[in-house]
């Protein structure tokens, strides 16, 4: 009597499991069913968000389903991060992963980063790239990267070499261009990417590397000048500018990038269809050119291969931490 009600039991308990199985492949296979929440963990108006725009428009036509792009920033990109990493694995919230999220501001902010930075989630692949450039005032006494090396050796401590913020990629880049010339100069902290901007334009200080998208249209105008790109090869956006390696500083590089991810565990099957929607949204050729309009490089990845970028500039953006002596908690 016994085994036939543990056998009753089991029966029921293995009905109930197929169910639910069945279930969680029918969900699956009709993702998406309703709006997806993009998290970007940078203010609307930056070149991540802008970006992050113009794919989201393609991606909601390729899932036939609306992507609410979200903007929560804070703590270096973490307080955006941590939404996702502590989301429900349904592809129904996903983030807008950049560099400043995903490899600074875990290593900056670490008390408010309550999330292992890797396995909280799951990389789906990079969109686009954006190279940093080497920009100086028009009225600097240098036109190339080893002008500016030779200048601020024999000039220590003279040169004001601005940055968006303490702890800011700009500020990062920086240092690790320094530390790798060997040059004495003030690091000059703004509280933000437009003061930057009108400062570097003004005089105020001389040099700054920061994203592309940030300076294209001041240098087109004259009111900027690029000396090099800062990437491991040269910018499709400005190809006959050199970039820093090939100038005077053999093995630097420092760029951005920007990308898609998901909560950690994202099953399989729905990071296979956000992997698909998001190959052919970067390489439908209106997405493409305007992209490319807005600063960014359209560059595509497998999620094996977005992650192994991740700890390389992980790796990277920590020594310049280190350098800096940098400790924000």
């Known amino acids: 009597m016994r ?16 169910y639910g199985s069945q279930v969680g492949a029918q969900s699956t296979k009709d993702y998406p069913t309703r709006p997806i929440r993009l998290i970007v963990p940078q203010t609307a108006g930056s070149s991540t968000d802008t970006m992050t725009r113009v794919l989201a428009t393609k991606l909601s036509e390729l899932l036939g ?20 990493a502590h989301s429900e694995p349904d592809g129904y919230t996903l983030l807008c992963a950049a ?16 999330y292992d930075p890797f396995k909280a989630f799951t990389p789906v692949g990079k969109f686009a790239v ?34 968006a913020g303490i702890g800011f990629q700009s500020h990062l880049a920086g ?31 001389q040099v700054t590397l920061g994203p592309a998208p940030a300076w294209m249209t001041h240098v087109q105008a004259g009111r900027a000048r690029a000396l090099a790109m800062a990437g491991e090869k040269r910018s499709i956006l400005w190809p006959d500018l050199p970039t820093i390696t090939e100038s005077g500083l053999p093995g630097y590089v420092s760029d951005g990038w920007a990308g898609l991810m998901g909560p950690g565990n994202l099953p399989k099957p729905l990071l296979d269809k956000l992997h698909a929607a998001l190959i052919k949204a970067v390489n439908d050729p209106t997405t493409n050119e305007s992209l490319k309009r807005v600063g960014a490089e359209p560059s595509t990845s497998t999620p094996g291969e977005f992650s192994a970028l991740i700890h390389k500039d992980w790796k990277t953006y920590g020594e310049a931490i280190r350098i800096a002596n940098l400790k924000i908690e």
């Open 3 to 18: 085994w036939v009600k543990a056998a009753a039991v089991c029966g029921i308990a293995a009905i109930q499991m197929s």
């Open 65 to 84: 389903q609306q992507i609410v792009v979200d903007n929560r920033t804070g703590a270096g990109g973490v307080i955006g991060a941590s939404i996702v």
């Open 99 to 114: 560099t400043p999220s995903q490899v600074i501001g875990p290593q900056l902010y670490k008390s408010a980063t309550k």
């Open 175 to 205: 240092v690790l261009f320094t530390h790798m010339a060997k040059v004495d100069v003030l690091h000059v902290a703004y509280k933000g990417a437009g003061p930057l901007v009108t400062g570097v334009i003004s005089g105020e200080s």
């Open 130 to 163: 954006t190279q940093n450039v080497l920009i100086a005032n028009t009225k600097a006494p240098f036109t190339g990267v080893k002008d500016l090396i030779a200048y601020t050796r024999a000039n220590p401590g003279k040169l004001n070499w601005g940055n």
